[in-house]
């Protein structure tokens, strides 16, 4: 993402909606300017952003006049005045970036909005998740730090050695080079992006065993992340977790609840 | 992904949250889907939803892209429930935000009424998506369980941003436009309404709770600054 220069009127609206911070006003030049090394794509300031489209020119006067004067003007503070925020043509490797950031993007893995998979949102239907199972999705850089590639291989390299087998639909697997190592494609280890999901599943006998890894590996890792554990429930809606993630240190707060509602029907 | 799921807050706090969206899967039941969803999304409308949304074009809060100078002034800012259930032209999820429990419930139990065929999930405290369950007469297929947050954590903000900013899972609500809100809040720029709707205008999936972010900011107004 860049801003035109041209067209940026320094109201500083962007600075605070950035979620990485990457915006700040430049006092040299005293336009609004993107860190490329921090912004990672997401398309929050282009697409979050109302958008007026007024002369550069007369806003910069308008806003220096009354600065004069020591006005304060209160603008909208989601609204660009001139339109300057312009996205650019990304190349590889920063395209990951996008691919990881924006909401909007559709990975050609999975098919879907997003950075992860259905996941059990459609269990129901597709059965991915089967009984006597455990699915884990650890996002890395959530909520709103962000992560590089090389912290997003240290937990996946650690999750491999005690032998978890990841999503193969995941995008996130898709860049790994050798999935049974947790090993990402050394071209993109540098790049940073809103967050990535590992996302595996596990026999519920080793349930302990990978938060156990996940307490570990936290502690090594530049970045937050957050943890989702997903379950099968029984005829009766009951399911193992809701007692074993209690014993581990993990109270029960909010979960997301599948209702069995979904049937297989048209065939796209 | 788990867009919706670590929606950070005390239990207390989260009891005024709820989230019911449908989805169909790709490849099993997504053919005919639109239509479902545009129903979901018109049923969802009589329980007094506080935000309705389609995953891939935004929802009642949204951001505009030709605006005018009186904006600044006077902003349209009423929820437009025909432009988003009009606006479903492929499969996706949709969601419908609720406040209040009962509300949720019963929009559960008409939907379960309705059989759509898709996967419908509530994403809320786990017990109060299982006693809703209980009186809907449903089974729980499956539950995703939200372990909270790892790793370096000294690296996120106060709570009350925490709180406001994890309403949009995708993280397109930044920790400095929270904290700028509540700032205004505070000193009296701007009313939690017109903050909470700011905020909403930048999530996408339209699962942002402007109803709680309404209560976070006023609460947090009146504390004092950290």
């Known amino acids: 993402m860049r801003i035109d220069p041209k067209r940026c009127v320094e109201c500083a609206n962007c600075v605070a909606v950035c979620p990485m911070g990457a915006i700040s006003i430049d006092p040299t030049i005293r336009r609004a300017v993107v860190d490329e090394d921090e912004c990672v794509e997401c398309f929050a300031c282009y697409r979050g952003m109302s958008m007026e489209s007024m002369n550069p020119i007369l806003i910069r006067f308008i806003r220096r006049t009354l600065g004069l004067f020591r006005f304060r003007f209160d603008p909208e503070p989601d609204v660009c005045p001139t339109s300057a925020i312009i996205p650019q043509e990304l190349e590889w490797p920063r395209v990951v970036r996008r691919v990881f950031s924006d909401v909007l993007m559709t990975h050609e893995s999975t098919g879907i909005l997003g950075r992860g998979t259905e996941e059990v949102k459609t269990n129901d239907v597709t059965g991915r998740l089967g009984p006597g199972f455990a699915g884990f999705v650890v996002e890395l850089g959530r909520p709103s730090v962000g992560a590089r590639f090389q912290d997003i291989q240290t937990v996946a390299m650690a999750l491999a050695e005690i032998g978890v087998e990841f999503e193969e639909k995941n995008p996130l697997t898709g860049l790994m080079t050798d999935p049974t190592r947790g090993l990402i494609n050394p071209e993109v280890l540098s790049e940073k992006v809103m967050s990535a999901i590992i996302e595996f599943r596990t026999p519920m006998g080793q349930v302990g065993l990978v938060l156990t890894a996940l307490g570990h590996v936290a502690e090594r890792i530049d970045t937050v992340m957050a943890v989702g554990v997903a379950t099968r429930c029984d005829d009766k809606g009951e399911n193992e977790l809701e007692r074993l993630l209690p014993e581990y240190g993990y109270p029960i707060v909010r979960a997301k609840t599948n209702l069995g509602l979904g049937r297989v029907e048209a065939v796209s | ?226």
């Not at chain 2, 899972?169 to 809100?181: D, E, Q, V």
């Open chain 2, 1 to 226: 992904m788990t867009h919706s799921l670590h929606r950070f807050g005390r239990s207390e706090d989260l009891t005024g949250d709820y989230i019911v969206f449908a989805m169909p899967a790709r490849g099993f039941n997504d053919s005919d889907a639109v239509e479902k969803e545009k129903e979901f999304l018109r049923r969802a409308l009589k329980h007094r939803p506080v935000n309705l949304g389609d995953a891939k074009r935004g929802g009642w809060y949204r951001a505009q892209k030709d605006l005018g100078p009186a904006v600044h002034w006077r902003r349209a800012t009423d929820p437009d429930p025909e432009w988003v259930i009009n606006g479903v032209d492929a499969p996706g999820i949709v969601a419908a935000v609720f406040e209040a429990y009962d509300a949720m419930a019963s929009f559960v139990r008409e939907l379960r009424e309705l059989d759509l065929g898709v996967s419908i999930n509530i994403s809320a405290l786990a017990h109060r998506a299982a006693q809703c369950c209980q009186e809907c007469d449903i089974t729980r297929h499956s539950v995703e369980y939200s372990l909270g947050f790892l790793g370096r954590t000294d690296k996120l903000p106060e709570k009350e941003i925490l709180e406001l900013s994890t309403m949009c899972g995708h993280g397109t609500i930044s920790f400095a436009l929270a904290g700028k809100m509540l700032e205004r809040v505070r000193c009296g720029r701007r009313t939690p309404e017109e903050a909470a709707r700011t905020l909403a205008r930048f999530c996408v999936c339209s699962i942002f709770n402007p109803a709680r972010a309404e209560r976070i900011l006023a609460g947090a107004a009146r504390s004092p600054t950290p």
